[in-house]
């Protein structure tokens, strides 16, 4: 597979966008302040093991291999599509990891993978790999979702399978009616079927697109499924008010089989999107939305009616709603643009006891904002995804967040990256790009991370500090 990546290189790659993560760690590094060092020392430039470009900054000893590039040839004989978001291990057989990954793709021109296992002419989608962690390269990979929308985020269920969120609220029905700001360069216009969905992937094969619409209508970002409850909790990317969600199937571990969708009530409605202090809780209440397949409000396609629902049975504005992951009884969520600087907001929910709290706010777009994705490492520690709205400045990073809120980088996109490679501007493309999809492997050895654009999976390992990440 390196041989096979480099001879791809060689004939170019596929440009698309970017992402960036952050990590929390313990106690231990608390006092540190919002520094810009690693716990695991400074960081340097350090060559990508397959291409030898020096893609990323990291600390001494750690090293990573890129995995998979938009562009290159699948197992399946489909060329890998771009846009890597949200990611997640799904099953693990020996030193094998099978991974689902989201394409957020727009456009009507036709889907990504098999015309007729495609939901619609749109172009998002999934792609699945299987990683061998002691090859340390990708032996098999396809097409296992094509035909949907933007696909951002999701979550790993707890019985082997991928939600892949749309966040694109589309009903061909109202393709009359101004096209909304989000939407506007999307090209959508030739969608055949409504969007706006939760999707599931089995580990194995393609999945059937089945829209799973009772968990509602709107701008999807990441869903995690509570083991306990069999709930599915979701957040929502909309702007200028977003919602939390929980879906409450009827048969837990059967999406497909219906149930109720509520959104989150903080304190009696409170408006969660700027103004919080820090570290005080509040008690939270659930309301029921009354029709989660309504997705649009009358004489408009902005895809704003199941917010507009909940926010009138009492339910509290969120803005611009990320990651989302659940570690034993602790629920982390993340808003891009929350807090005074709009530079974003870190949110521990506890679903046992019905209690919510701010655990952190970015002072600026200078040091660390718009936390995204999220995932919990072996080793106990939150990690959180970087994406910040602010262009000017290079090279996003992934950092760490204690538990009292002060923040350190592990890894940066090198801000000094200045090659053009095959036609490929990486100096504009990857110094600007976000992270998203970080998972661990299940042993703890292996952080994989999408950067959004030009579309790159990395495998990062090295000596991992216990007490850290």
């Known amino acids: 597979m390196a041989n096979t990546r480099r001879d791809f290189l060689k004939f170019g790659l596929v440009g698309a966008g970017a992402v960036t993560l952050g990590l929390v760690a313990l106690e231990r590094y608390a006092n540190r302040g919002e520094t810009g060092d690693s716990p695991f020392g400074p960081l340097r430039p350090v060559p990508d093991e397959i291409t030898g470009l020096p893609l990323l900054q990291l600390p001494e000893g750690f090293r990573y291999k890129t995995i998979s590039w938009a562009g290159e040839v699948l197992s399946d004989g489909h060329l890998c599509p771009g846009a890597f978001d949200g990611m997640g291990i799904v099953e693990q057989s020996g030193t094998q990891l099978r991974l689902v990954r989201n394409h957020e793709l727009r456009g009507s021109s036709g889907a990504i993978g098999p015309q007729d296992m495609a939901y619609d002419v749109t172009g998002g989608g999934t792609t699945t790999l299987v990683f061998d962690a002691a090859r340390e390269e990708v032996i098999e990979s396809w097409i296992s979702l094509c035909g949907t929308l933007n696909n951002c985020a999701g979550g790993v269920t707890p019985w082997g399978s991928w939600l892949s969120c749309e966040e ?124 989660p397949e309504r997705g649009f409000l009358e004489g408009e396609r902005e895809g704003r009616g199941v917010v507009s629902q909940g926010l009138a049975a009492g339910g509290s504005a969120f803005i611009a709603l990320e990651g989302c992951v659940l570690d034993g009884d602790h629920l982390f969520f993340t808003s891009k643009l929350g807090g005074a600087a709009s530079a974003g907001y870190v949110f521990k929910y506890l679903p046992r006891s019905e209690r919510i709290r701010l655990m952190y706010e970015s002072p600026g777009h200078r040091r660390f904002s718009g936390p995204d994705n999220l995932v919990v490492s072996p080793r106990g520690n939150l990690v959180v995804c970087e994406d910040r709205v602010s262009s000017h400045l290079a090279g996003q990073s992934l950092a760490g967040i204690s538990k009292d809120g002060a923040l350190h980088k592990f890894c940066t996109i090198d801000p000094e990256l200045s090659s053009v490679w095959n036609g490929v ?27 959004y654009s030009p579309g790159i999976t990395v495998a990062i390992t090295g000596p991992w500090d216990p007490h850290w990440m």
Not at 190 to 218: C, D, W
Not at 437 to 450: K, V
């Open 168 to 291: 694109g609220p589309l009903s061909p029905e109202l393709h009359h009616l101004p096209v909304p700001g989000k939407q506007a360069h999307w090209n959508i216009d030739n969608a055949r079927k409504p969007h706006g969905y939760v999707f599931e992937v089995p580990a194995s094969g393609i999945a059937t697109p089945l829209p799973l619409k009772a968990m509602g209508q709107f701008y999807h970002e990441a869903a995690v499924v509570d083991p306990r409850s069999g709930c599915v909790y979701m957040t929502e990317d909309s702007e200028p008010k977003a919602g939390f969600y929980r879906f409450v199937p009827d048969v837990p571990g059967n999406l497909a089989a219906g149930g109720r969708l509520q959104m989150m009530a903080v304190d009696g409605g409170r408006d969660m999107r700027s103004g919080l202090p820090k570290d005080l809780e509040w008690p939270v209440e659930w309301v029921d939305i009354e029709d």
């Open 425 to 451: 501007d990486l100096g504009a493309t990857v110094r600007l790009s976000e992270w998203a999809g970080a998972c661990f492997s299940p042993d703890g050895q292996w952080l994989l991370a999408n950067v």
